[in-house]
């Protein structure tokens, strides 16, 4: 029951960190409408750069979460991340209620500034949501269980987005179109996700361990104890030098959780992480997830953001609930492509079906905009999210794997980290596609925009296109990690000196915890 707590914990903290996220996209008339007279006609661009910020503030933001992992645990980075997304929550409701508008038609780029920085603190916080699964569940659960549980865990950031596609659409009104009426609709949004994001944060910091009494595993032994590196050779390795790491068997001292994570000095530790970093990208296996992983996150962040700005004729309700569609389907889509994973482990496999499927929806998805029919875009936007975000629980295993004994939060961080940098053009290129032939007024035709629409339908796909063709070229090979476990569950541990047994806690006792 403890581990499946923490599950919890971390999905809460997640959902209250990605509901910032896709803030403005499900309203974006109104938030022009909000912003216009701070912003005047840069007004859409002003609103799309909320979104931005969370991939600017991603290399800062991974950086940041990896050094407070290394150094200080699972639990101090949860606070960091909770801390920092509570306070720029706080701040953004704070400018919101300053936003008064006592002349009928005055606004205020000081607020508009406030609500951007406190943006931008939330956006610093959203690494650790996204880089955290696989160490969390190595950290806290058994093999058996291990995929499907970073598959949940995951899902966080997923969560997060479905329902902060849908909450603003409820509580900023359709018929609110004028600056006047949406102030109080902006406040309440806002103080509903600073709320949220207050609850979580007071969960993690009176609720949450930073590991388990009893690693649930050899490799979640080995990175507890800081041994990583001596599980394998030099001729696997020729990265990583061999380290005597005897000093860090005194794993009962750090943390009143009975783990050390001291991990050595600030040196080494930055020395590791670009040793992390070579390996990673002289590995041409992982080179190839990375480009499909990129791609396909990249694509579907930048089609969340801009739903709002394609030529149709819905309301900001029903183009809320097409992002909720678009998410809903994948969080069901990736568990069961989570579950599939745990039971079969053909990770190579079921990357590749993932993908193609992922192809297949998305051109299908792209057709239907034209046609205009709601209840169809939002079957087809289900269908897109649905294969899409099944890439993500099947890029990590294979990530992972492919990448091991690589630190899990520098692999998966690498990948996010460069699906976030690429969102920042395509956001910007899909919504020039967009706009391109607008008329002076600011008004497009109807013609125009399906013309307009094409061209993001095919700038699109392409890039979509080029993370499928990465993929197919992937080959599984060994799953290292994997093989590791099971073997050494097994009771055989290879070492410098030879071979010896050793028996391992197994499944009924593996969960590491105390009884409560």
């Known amino acids: 029951l403890l581990r499946w707590s923490i599950v919890f914990m971390f999905l809460l903290a997640g959902l209250a960190n990605a509901m910032v996220l896709l803030t403005w996209a499900p309203i974006f008339s109104q938030a022009t409408t909000y912003f216009s007279e701070a912003l005047g006609s840069s007004a859409d661009t002003g609103v799309n750069m909320f979104f931005s910020t969370f991939q600017i503030m991603f290399l800062p933001g991974t950086l940041a979460g990896i050094y407070i992992q290394k150094k200080y645990g699972l639990r101090n980075t949860l606070l960091y991340g909770g801390l920092f997304s509570t306070v720029g929550c706080v701040i953004r409701y704070i400018a919101a209620t300053s936003y008064t508008d006592t002349t009928g038609n005055s606004g205020s780029i000081g607020t508009y500034i406030a609500i951007l920085m ?137 943390n009143g959780n009975g783990i050390d994570n001291s991990n050595g000095g600030g040196q080494n530790q930055d020395q590791g992480i670009w040793i992390s970093l070579q390996q990673l990208f002289s590995n041409s296996q992982y080179i190839l997830i990375f480009i499909g992983f990129a791609s396909a996150i990249a694509s579907l962040n930048s089609l969340a953001s801009l739903l709002g700005q394609l030529p149709t004729n819905n309301t900001s309700t029903t183009i809320g609930f097409m992002g909720f569609s678009l998410i809903l389907a994948g969080f069901i889509g990736a568990v069961i ?111 125009d925009n399906i013309g307009n629409f094409s061209s993001f339908a095919w700038f699109s796909t392409c890039m979509l296109g080029i993370g499928w063709v990465a993929v197919m070229f992937y080959r599984s090979g060994e799953y290292k990690r994997l093989n590791l476990d099971q073997s050494l569950e097994q009771g055989i541990v290879e070492s410098e000196g030879g071979t010896s047994s050793r028996q391992f806690r197994n499944s009924t006792d593996s969960q590491g915890v105390s009884v409560i």
């Open 118 to 254: 406190g943006t931008l603190l939330v956006a610093q916080a959203q690494p650790v949501y996204l880089n955290l699964p696989t160490m969390l569940s190595l950290t806290w659960f058994p093999v058996s269980e291990r995929d499907f549980a970073m598959t949940i865990l995951s899902l966080a950031n997923t969560a997060g987005s479905a329902i902060g596609s849908v909450i603003p659409t409820l509580l900023v009104k359709e018929k609110d179109t004028s600056l006047i009426s949406l102030i109080p609709d902006v406040n309440n949004l806002l103080f509903f996700q600073m709320v949220v994001s207050c609850i979580s944060f007071i969960t993690i910091y009176f609720l949450f361990l930073n590991a388990p009494a009893i690693p649930p595993s050899i490799a979640a032994e080995k990175l507890l104890e800081g041994n990583i590196n001596a599980l394998i050779t030099d001729d696997d390795n020729p990265v990583i030098s061999e380290k005597d790491n005897s000093s860090n068997s005194n794993s009962g001292n750090g």
């Open 337 to 447: 492509c989570g579950t599939i994973l745990s039971k079969y482990q053909a990770y190579g496999t079921i990357l590749k079906v993932a993908y193609t499927g992922a192809m297949i929806a998305w051109i299908s998805f792209m057709l239907n905009i034209g046609n205009n029919n709601s209840t169809w875009m939002c079957i087809t936007a289900g269908f897109t999210g649905f294969f899409v975000l099944a890439c993500v629980p099947a890029g990590l295993q294979n990530a992972v794997e492919s990448a091991y004994p690589v630190s899990e939060d520098i692999t998966v961080g690498s990948l996010y980290l460069a699906a976030n940098i690429l969102t920042i053009p395509y956001t910007y290129i899909g919504q020039s596609l967009l706009n391109s032939n607008s008329n002076s007024d600011g008004d497009s035709d109807s013609d």
